[in-house]
């Protein structure tokens, strides 16, 4: 690890405990120093604010921190404005500002911002329930390179995102080699898809969706209950990620014995 990743991870430690609440702030990708750019403050040598400027294509996430004894000092205000040049300059179209839902101190910056709200994403880990049985008409299997583009269009449609953009990230996943993905099928027909990553000794299932024609017949949910059977032997926790600007798509994931334990608020910020 760098010694700003460790400067970076030590400022995430005081300002979750201090807050009491989970950051997002895509270690992998801090790590590797591929598609974040990144802004910080520091006084005396010590690192006091950071704010990560990430690349999704056409849009820039922006999310980051304060050191608990130094904040109502402008010092995020001050950053972001550097982030904006920066983002201006690079051409975005779409601005997101995120921050957990529980942070009083990052929705008061969000607020002053004007930027509106756009959707939640909420972290969810499986109970370890016992499991029912699947529908006969549904299989699993592993996506093949045919099926690039039906997939790239479901993320497209599912996740309302450009498929330019799709497209820029999807080859990309492909080649990880710790995420597998799986087309859904049903009474034989391609009818979804999802993907299960492998990070920090947990299973993480994300990028799930179900074609829209298709949606209503139960596709989700034994879809769902099948990646856990599969999963559930080998003792590993599991854990899934969905956006959503409602609590409504909750339900299909709390039936299947999740429960939420962190929400990250998401906003569209105009400027």
Not at 73 to 78: D, K, N, V, W
């Amino acid at each position: 690890m760098s010694e700003s990743l460790e400067k970076i991870t030590a400022l995430k430690t005081i300002c979750e405990q201090f807050d009491r609440i989970q950051l997002k702030l895509n270690e992998n990708t801090l790590e590797s120093g591929q598609g974040v750019k990144i802004f910080q403050h520091t006084e005396n040598g010590k690192l006091t604010g950071f704010l990560g400027v990430y690349d999704f294509g056409v849009t820039a996430e922006v999310c980051g921190m304060v050191h608990p004894d130094f904040r109502r000092q402008g010092i995020f205000t001050a950053l972001f404005k550097e982030a904006l040049h920066f983002i201006s300059e690079g051409g975005y179209k779409t601005v997101l500002l995120n921050t957990p839902a529980s942070s009083a101190s990052g929705q008061a910056f969000i607020k002053k911002t004007d930027a509106t709200y756009k959707m939640t994403e909420y972290q969810m880990k499986w109970d370890q329930k016992e499991l029912p049985a699947t529908s006969e008409k549904l299989n699993l299997r592993k996506a093949q390179s045919a099926d690039r583009a039906f997939q790239i269009d479901l993320d497209a449609d599912g996740f309302s995102i450009p498929r330019e953009e799709v497209e820029q990230f999807f080859d990309g996943e492909v080649a990880d080699d710790l995420t597998i993905s799986y087309i859904i099928e049903w009474e034989g027909q391609p009818a979804g898809k999802l993907r299960i990553h492998f990070m920090n000794e947990h299973y993480w299932i994300y990028g799930f969706v179900v074609s829209q024609e298709l949606r209503g017949k139960g596709i989700g949910r034994n879809a769902l209950l099948s990646v856990l059977h599969q999963l559930q032997g080998e003792g590993r926790e599991i854990h899934l990620e969905v956006e959503a600007e409602n609590k409504g798509p909750l339900k299909l994931y709390e039936s299947c014995g999740f429960e939420v334990y962190h929400a990250q608020d998401y906003y569209t910020y105009i400027w």
